[in-house]
C-alpha cells in the first residue's frame, strides 16, 4: 500500500504483515472490547442507533452494530448500517446502503431494525417512509 501527499510524490509505503499467525480464532481479550463496543451501538444511550432500536427485544435477541456515513462531494450523505445477531450465536448479518439517504443511525438502522424483527417473527406498528429526492 502507498500513500501520497498532497503533491502526489510517495509519502510512505508500507508492507502487508500478518496479525493472526495462529490460524485461529482472535483471543476474547481483542474480540470481547470489539463486540461490547458494537452491542453498544444498539443498547447504549450514547449509541448511533439506540433510537432506531428502542423497544426491540435485545433481551432475547440481542444484536451487534455498526452504523456509518459515507460523504461524497456534490452528493447528499450515504446511510450505512452493518449488524449481526444475535450476539450469543451469530446466525444472520444484515447490512443496509441507502444512497444520499442522510446518516446510519437515523435512515439505515431503523430499516435494518425492520429486518431483524421480520427475522424473529416480531411485527411492529412503525411504518418505514420513503422521501424521494429532489435531485437525480
Not at 423497544?55 to 447528499?76: D, E
Not at 450469543?88 to 430499516?111: C, H, K, N, R, S
Amino acid at each position: 500500500l502507498t500513500s501520497t501527499g498532497k503533491s502526489r510524490s510517495v509519502a510512505a509505503v508500507f508492507s502487508p504483515r500478518e496479525v493472526n499467525t495462529s490460524g485461529g480464532e482472535l483471543s476474547p481479550t481483542v474480540v470481547d472490547p470489539i463486540l461490547a463496543g458494537l452491542r453498544g451501538v444498539i443498547s447504549d444511550e450514547q449509541g448511533t442507533a439506540f433510537n432506531a432500536f428502542s423497544g426491540f427485544p435485545s433481551g432475547t435477541f440481542p444484536i451487534a452494530g455498526k452504523t456509518g456515513t459515507a460523504q461524497v462531494r456534490t452528493k447528499q450523505d450515504t446511510a450505512l448500517f452493518a449488524a449481526v445477531g444475535p450476539t450469543y450465536d451469530p446466525q444472520w448479518a444484515v447490512a443496509v446502503i441507502l444512497e444520499e439517504a442522510g446518516f446510519g443511525g437515523a435512515i439505515a438502522a431503523p430499516v435494518a431494525r425492520h429486518i431483524f424483527e421480520a427475522i424473529i417473527g416480531q411485527t411492529t406498528e412503525t411504518q418505514l417512509a420513503v422521501v424521494p429526492s429532489d435531485q437525480d
